[in-house]
């Protein structure tokens, strides 16, 4: 017996046990505030059933800072998500690398904002557009116009307008600001270039055929198709043109981003400047 536990490197008293049928088979790990903190985590994902453990951590933590507790480990949350069948099923789809260059984050805010627009699908085969512009470091979504048409370059220049007064609270922004986009021929008209230079924006455009050259307004766009579009009624045009509003302000005020170390737009803006002020993010 001696040599067989020295060979397996383990007491021999455990292989007594075991040989005599008295080790007890390991039960699942259970903490004592197990079932209190899988109730929390039930109503985060009931209510967001698109997040997965880790956006489901920051929420939970940010509720419980807020109240005085002990913020989680997010391999515990991940843990209890498991045991609930609450976790996510893994992505395994294929897609094609694309190669570019160039980084689209920012290090501070108002250096480059990234601008787009997409399709939002009704059940009754209306389409809502979208077109948007989004701060390549904080994620704010700094303004938006929406549509049952086409984007046209007057909304482009009205969006252009809109993200420099709520910026700076001026009509031309202090110093120069690129205005990354695809070609579009709403970007790319003379008009619309002509306004940008006027309000100091620099255009700047993304290779063709290449979306991931502007990732962060692609990623906001599987975000609000994802976690707010495909959960939400979308009956007709005008339901989704009433719920607009909300899901871009929810997304600016609660949404965590693994960029911004699972804060929100709005929060990692009041993180760098307590006096800051919420900005309108529609017109």
């Not at 480990?73 to 260059?101: C, D, I, T, W, Y």
């Not at 938006?144 to 922004?173: K, N, P, Y």
Request: contains cysteine; glycine residues 4%; aromatic residues 6%.
């Amino acid at each position: 017996m001696k040599a067989v536990a020295d060979t397996l490197g383990v007491a021999r008293s455990n292989l007594v046990e075991q040989l005599a049928g008295k080790a007890k088979p390991r039960g699942r790990y259970r903490r004592q505030s197990d079932d209190e903190l899988s109730a929390a985590i039930r109503q985060l994902t009931d209510a967001r059933p698109t997040y997965g453990y880790r956006r489901i951590t920051a929420l939970l933590n940010r509720a419980r800072r807020a109240s005085g507790a002990e913020p989680v480990n997010h391999k515990r949350v991940f843990r209890l998500m498991a045991q609930g069948s609450l976790l996510l099923q893994a992505h395994v789809g294929q897609r094609p690398v694309r190669a570019h260059e160039g980084t689209v984050v920012t290090p501070a805010s108002n250096q480059r904002w990234s601008s787009d627009a997409l399709e939002i699908d009704c059940w009754n085969s209306e389409v809502v557009r979208v077109v948007f512009a989004i701060d390549t470091c904080d994620r704010e979504i700094i303004a938006w116009q929406a549509s049952t048409g086409g984007i046209s370059g007057e909304m482009v220049r009205d969006l252009m307008l809109a993200c420099v007064e709520r910026r700076f609270a001026t009509l031309r922004a202090p110093q120069p600001v690129q205005w990354l986009t695809d070609n579009g021929s709403a970007y790319t008209a003379r008009e619309t270039l002509d306004f940008a230079a006027a309000l100091s924006l620099v255009p700047c455009f993304t290779p063709v055929r290449s979306p991931e050259s502007n990732g962060v307004s692609e990623a906001f766009v599987k975000t609000l198709k994802r976690d707010y579009a495909r959960v939400q009624p979308r009956p007709d045009a005008l339901t989704v043109l009433a719920q607009l509003p909300v899901w871009i302000e929810d997304y600016n005020e609660h949404h965590p981003h693994s960029g911004l170390r699972m804060r929100s737009p709005r929060e990692f803006l009041r993180a760098e400047d307590p006096a800051a002020t919420p900005l309108e993010t529609h017109f």
